[in-house]
């Protein structure tokens, strides 16, 4: 088939699909000829071999009017890039929206060989606009489809400036307080969630329950960047303010939201007229949340912000930054560029201390992420779509680009979705606790099972980002192509980090036929065609039986190309065509501490246990670790969970770390040390325990990390990156302390 | 044995004679869930018939509000009503619960 007739398809498809999505009844008796209509339409008769396990007609979810999309070539998410100026000028605003969602019915009367289905849900959204105001001519998010936030693509050393609006009205999300778990009753008013005693085993409790889901912020998830403050701070808490304009922002963007914070009292030692400014928006958003309860209140809790506000000046007396924020949020945060300390032309005389370049470690350039991160509402959050790409644009994509001019690019965002209003657990088969999974297959920029087209020996590069709460289901965060024309990929970075040439270039010989992609993880990956025309997916690589087709990601369509239209054929195959390591990503060969974690999950008490981090939730006000800013340091993290469901993908802000041992247990006498140069990761999934045969003891599974405690001093997290697990208290509040001092001698 | 689904029941203002609520009945497994999402102008509150008015949804869903879930573990046929306006002819709707498969 012609790469034209293929375009020419795809347009009419388009055009069908707008027009079927709004006219057929859900309940005639033509849907099935309708999808078969589509996928045939598509790309032709090609692409009705692509979904041979859709035998059964699709079917609607809830009653409501609408076709299930599935099989669409894949569109990357809209962009929002930084200027020539070095700054990124967005507007995020959050609001609650009806988006048509596709999935495959897992619960219907076929569900080992789901159909594909569709409802219309109101959803916590975001909506992305360049630029500073909220411009309907300036959107780049998607109205009324589930999709995920823009993609913010920006240089390292760039200024990201996000007007963040938080335009939920908690009317349309009732039931969700902020100060108590969200509640979750049977027929009888019983309560089942967060449950009082003996079911779950240990019932879920403030502050680590489903709560406060209409409370959000954001997380930059990969940026080394200060986690004070305006920037990655996960500590703040922005509440619903529906008459936030993003104007509120502007001013402040211009005096105090990104300067540097390198530290959590910074905030408190600027100059006089920053002080000013700093105590004008603290004022402003005291004032804001006293108003709230007035004009905005709570429906369940009408002098909640009143008693945030009594907060914010509880923490300012002990120099803390506010927690609670009303109106336009000012994120600012700039990845640090790496400059080398410069070479002194001649030994100085007397002997001077080295020069240290102003940053140690620097933002690795690569392929990142944003979501939403308010303990209590993270999974429903990201199951609702608040996440989106983030690209830091560096030295690696411009070799890249070199080595492959004109090379194709895609994002894939993954999501899965549910349908629930909140996250609370329902009681059920399952027992207390149980999460359903109703909602099977993933999404990848909001689209069911999209088709990337390659045309033969086509190299394109693809950055996916695992944005799910919990990964595919039973995922065992593998992933690799399946089918006869699958195409071969050489992974160039994992994590947003890239991969040394070493690591690299031993690809070229013997292609990797799977890549890791826990939650929260990234891989960069070029991916060959075959030479031949044909179709390939890309899956989750799960050993254990799944509904057909809820494992498929994408499917890769491989066309021969009959035009002269060049496209990219080459990918980095000696090292000079490949990235340099950049020196702050050289090994870290010596650490000055050690320390063991122990995250710990004991499912044979039911479902529904208490996940634990050496032993404990996450408790506010208590700090779990402290480190010395600029220490190396080598973490053992060990898992003492069996069972499925708890491969817990460890997570830690700011900072990457290079994993250079591993013990499965199951797998494994002895653990496998890791060669040299090691890979960065930012998210990495724990081996499972195994429970010893003879003594009934767990043997846990653990991974060594070497991490850098550079930079930035203050508080962030570490948590399992299983969401829910996170907000139900598997995280650990982290303390880096500043190395330096006012004291001195005088 | 299948996990646990949630579906959705929508309120929305419906022609005399009909029901407010959509679908209806609305038909689910055992250990299934089910909220409702209020699309009208005006409050209302699913309760159970011969049951208390908050024994469902704590309180009255606002326009375009969400509840929170109800999960039905048993069995059989639940009729229920708007607990806002219970002399309403339209406001009254039926939970079917199957058994398991």
């Known amino acids: ?746 | 044995m299948a996990e646990p689904n949630i579906v959705k029941v929508t309120i929305a203002n419906a022609p005399a004679q009909t029901t407010i609520f959509e679908p209806n009945p609305q038909t689910i497994n055992q250990f299934d869930s089910v909220f409702w999402s209020n699309e009208t102008t005006d409050s209302h509150q699913p309760a159970p018939d011969g049951g208390a008015d908050d024994q469902w949804v704590s309180k009255p869903i606002p326009p375009k509000g969400q509840s929170s879930q109800v999960v039905f573990e048993d069995t059989g046929t639940f009729p229920y009503h708007c607990a806002k306006h219970p002399d309403s002819a339209t406001e009254k709707g039926v939970i079917t619960v199957n058994p398991q498969s």
Not at chain 1, 100 to 112: A, C, K, Q, R, W
Not at chain 1, 144 to 165: C, E, K, M, S, W
Not at chain 1, 472 to 497: E, H, R, Y
């Open chain 1, 1 to 746: 088939m012609s790469e034209h007739k293929t375009q020419q398809n795809q347009e009419i498809t388009n055009v069908q699909a707008e027009t079927t999505d709004q006219a057929p009844d859900p309940r005639d008796a033509g849907r099935r000829q309708f999808i078969n209509q589509a996928l045939a339409v598509s790309a032709g008769a090609a692409l009705s071999g692509f979904f041979p396990h859709l035998k059964a007609a699709p079917v609607q979810g809830s009653g409501a009017k609408c076709a299930p999309i599935l099989g669409k070539e894949l569109v990357n998410p809209g962009e929002i890039p930084s200027g020539p100026d070095g700054i990124l000028h967005a507007v995020l605003r959050v609001h609650g929206e009806d988006r048509l969602i596709s999935y495959l019915d897992v619960n219907g009367t076929n569900p080992n060989n789901p159909p594909p289905a569709c409802g219309t849900y109101k959803l916590r959204a975001y909506e992305g606009y360049k630029g500073t105001k909220v411009d309907k001519s300036q959107m780049v998010t998607k109205p009324g489809v589930y999709n995920p936030g823009p993609t913010f693509r920006a240089h390292v050393g760039d200024t990201l400036q996000i007007a963040f609006l938080n335009h939920i009205d908690p009317k349309d999300f009732p039931e969700t307080e902020d100060k108590h778990c969200d509640v979750a009753r049977n027929s009888s008013g019983t309560e089942l969630y967060p449950g009082k005693s003996g079911k779950p085993p240990c019932p879920d409790s403030y502050p680590d329950c489903f709560r406060g889901s209409n409370t959000t912020n954001l997380h930059f998830h990969g940026t080394h960047v200060s986690p004070n403050a305006f920037s990655d701070n996960v500590l703040v808490e922005v509440v619903p303010d529906l008459q936030a304009t993003p104007a509120e922002c502007d001013h402040f963007f211009q005096t105090i939201a990104c300067k540097d914070y390198p530290n959590p009292q910074a905030w408190k030692h600027v100059d006089a007229k920053s002080a000013q400014e700093l105590q004008t928006l603290v004022n402003r958003n005291q004032d804001r949340l006293k108003k709230l309860d007035q004009i905005q209140p709570e429906p369940n809790d009408k002098t909640l912000h009143t008693r945030q506000a009594a907060q914010n000046v509880h923490l300012q007396e002990y120099g803390e930054f506010p927690q609670y924020w009303s109106g336009c949020f000012p994120y600012c945060i700039r990845p640090p560029k790496y400059v080398p300390p410069p070479i002194p032309d001649q030994l100085p005389c007397p002997p001077q201390p080295e020069p240290k370049p102003q940053y140690v470690m620097g933002q690795a350039p690569g392929t990142h992420w944003y979501h939403a991160h308010k303990h209590g509402s993270t999974s429903i959050q990201v199951y609702n779509g608040m996440a989106g790409a983030m690209i830091l644009e560096g030295d690696y994509d411009a070799k890249l680009r070199q080595t492959m001019p004109g090379v194709q690019e895609k994002v894939l965002v993954i999501q899965q979705f549910q349908p629930q209003p909140n996250r609370e657990r329902t009681g059920g088969a399952g027992g207390a606790g149980t999460g359903p999974n109703a909602f099977a297959g993933s999404l990848v920029n909001g689209q069911l099972q999209p088709v990337i087209t390659m045309k033969a020996n086509e190299v394109q590069w693809w950055r996916i980002i695992n944005g799910t709460v919990q990964g595919g289901k039973d995922a065992l965060f593998i992933c690799g192509f399946d089918g006869a024309n699958a195409p071969k990929f050489f992974q160039t970075a994992q994590d947003g980090v890239q991969f040394h040439w070493d690591n690299y270039e031993p690809q070229l010989k013997n292609p990797n036929t799977t890549f890791t992609l826990a939650p929260g993880n990234r891989v960069d990956i070029l991916v060959q065609a075959p030479s031949k025309a044909g179709t390939a997916t890309l899956v989750y690589k799960d050993v254990r039986p799944q509904p057909t087709g809820t494992n498929i990601i994408v499917t890769v369509n491989v066309i021969d190309p009959t035009d002269a239209l060049a496209y990219n054929q080459r990918w980095p195959q000696s090292k000079d065509q490949y990235p340099e390591m950049p020196p702050f990503l050289h090994d870290i060969e010596e650490v000055s501490e050690c320390r063991i974690i122990k995250y710990q999950m004991d499912t044979s008490k039911g479902p529904g246990s208490p996940p634990l981090i050496n032993g404990r939730r996450f408790e506010e006000g208590r700090i779990d670790e402290a480190m010395l800013l600029d220490t190396r340091q080598e973490w053992t993290i060990q898992n003492y969970s069996v069972g499925l469901f708890v491969r817990h993908p460890f997570h830690i802000h700011v900072n990457p770390f290079q994993v250079t041992e591993v013990f499965d247990p199951a797998t494994m006498k002895e653990p496998l040390k890791l060669p040299q140069p090691w890979i960065w990761w930012d998210t990495f999934p724990i081996p499972l325990g195994q429970k010893d045969a003879t003594t009934g003891k767990v043997i846990p599974g653990y991974f060594k990390m070497r991490t850098h405690f550079a930079d930035f001093a203050g508080k962030y997290v570490n948590h399992c990156h299983i969401l829910a697990h996170e907000d139900r208290g598997m995280m650990q509040l982290i303390e880096v302390v500043d190395n330096k001092t006012q004291v001195i001698h005088h």
